[in-house]
């Protein structure tokens, strides 16, 4: 995959975040390169945009080579294979690292002047650069969005190495990668246009971003209104969106420590509605219970929840008459077989993503929905239960394997392929003869 510059890097890297708009997002752009590229993640978000201050730590006798990276509020990331390999001494280390908190603070008061960096506590940070290669700034980068506050971090960027996954090792939430080559060397081989980004651009970009975001009226779409699903004692945020002339309505279960704004399920929903399905996105669990464990594994309680959305969906005028599905992921595809076995749920279909039907254990003999069991090729374990959860199931039943993708999805198109296979067994099995 190639890109004509970092313009149109971000296009279509925004156009893949699609599913976290909507959502309190807010886009950090790594200086100077990556803020070209945030700044259309941004305007397709319709979200903030910030830059997030980091400074490769260059070998001092090899600069273009990070030994590690700095960042603001003190955070500092090291690569320990490269300090061994080229046998920096900690005094070389520490006067890199002087410089560059230096260049760091300039950069800041450059680029802010007196404003303010925008606020994270609580929201989604997207950390997007034009690519990763070592991985250390984007390291240092996720871990200083953490210290400010992100509830979330989705590092996102348009192509990086094969092992793009295990470079970050786990400081990000979310990883978003367009194209992770067998080929790769360095970023810039994949764009025709790689020249440096220079301060003015950096300041452009973010006095364009701030004039947008004040001219432009925030709202969410009245097509994806809050809504509250009541459940015995209790009430579940959601979200209801419903396409005009839907064919029918998908009811998500997220997975265990998920809620409804689980990105990848809002990326599957997103391809739902294009394909003219609605989708009911909700909390199965209120913040409280989520946070005693053994609420997140009760699948009997979870079902529960799964059918009280069930019949207050059923029982609401915009959705009356039409076709009713479960998508679950992880716990919550055992949550929704266990539903979909009991005379009050019966959907017309059943979707899992990497789940664990086999929690729903003597429930299966019991679902009469088509069911279909998603599971990633590199997710062993997990593909084992789910065989032989499939061998109890008496319903029309499907094992769909996605090639090289682990339990999250994580690797590029493994979502995509959730998504168009989710997509076809719905729009299948909803026609109206199955209301």
């Not at 990070?66 to 920096?88: H, K, P, Q, S, Y």
């Not at 084992?384 to 682990?406: I, K, M, Q, W, Y």
């Amino acid at each position: 995959m190639r890109f004509a510059d970092r313009v149109e890097a971000g296009e279509r890297l925004g156009a893949r975040l699609g599913f976290l708009r909507g959502e309190d997002v807010v886009v950090l752009g790594l200086p100077r390169g990556g803020v070209p590229v945030a700044a259309r993640v941004a305007e397709a978000l319709d979200a903030p945009l910030d830059v997030c201050l980091v400074r490769k730590l260059g070998v001092p006798y090899q600069p273009e080579l990070a030994m590690g990276a700095i960042g603001e509020d003190g955070v500092r990331v090291l690569n320990e294979d490269v300090l061994r390999a080229t046998g920096v001494r900690d005094d070389e280390l520490a006067r890199v690292e002087e410089r560059e908190r230096r260049v760091l603070a300039e950069r800041a008061e450059r680029y802010r002047g007196e404003r303010p960096s925008v606020p994270l506590a609580g929201r989604t940070a997207v950390v997007v650069d034009d690519g990763v290669a070592t991985g250390s700034t984007a390291r240092v980068a996720c871990r200083v969005a953490r210290a400010r506050g992100a509830a979330r971090i989705v590092l996102a960027v348009p192509v990086a190495p094969r092992d793009f996954a295990r470079r970050l090792g786990g400081d990000a939430d979310d990883l978003v990668c367009l194209d992770t080559p067998w080929d790769f060397a360095a970023v810039g081989q994949f764009y025709d246009d790689f020249a440096q980004t220079e301060d003015a651009e950096v300041t452009a970009c973010l006095r364009r971003a701030r004039r947008t975001r004040a001219g432009r009226q925030t709202r969410r779409t009245s097509a994806d209104p809050e809504v509250t699903v009541p459940a015995g004692t209790v009430r579940l945020g959601g979200n209801l969106t419903l396409p005009e002339g839907a064919l029918g309505v998908v009811v998500f279960a997220h997975g265990s420590g998920s809620s409804r704004h689980s990105p990848r399920n809002r990326y599957v929903a997103e391809g739902l509605h294009r394909a003219g399905l609605g989708t009911l996105l909700f909390d199965l669990l209120t913040d409280a219970e989520a946070r005693d464990r053994d609420n997140v594994f009760d699948i009997p309680l979870l079902a529960g929840r799964l059918l009280a959305a069930t019949h207050w969906l059923r029982a609401e005028p915009a959705a009356a008459g039409l076709a009713l599905g479960y998508f679950g992921a992880s716990t919550g595809a055992a949550a929704a077989l266990w539903a979909a076995a009991d005379p009050a749920g019966r959907p017309a279909a059943v979707v899992s993503r990497g789940g664990r039907p086999d929690l729903a254990g003597p429930m299966l003999p019991e679902v009469t929905a088509p069911t279909l069991l998603i599971v990633g090729g590199a997710d062993p374990l997990v593909l084992d239960l789910n065989r032989d959860a499939r061998s109890r199931l008496r319903c029309e039943n499907r094992l769909e394997t996605v090639p090289g993708a682990t339990h999250l999805f994580e690797e590029p198109g493994t979502l995509e392929r959730v998504t168009e296979l989710a997509r076809d067994w719905f729009t299948d099995h909803m026609a109206p003869a199955h209301v």
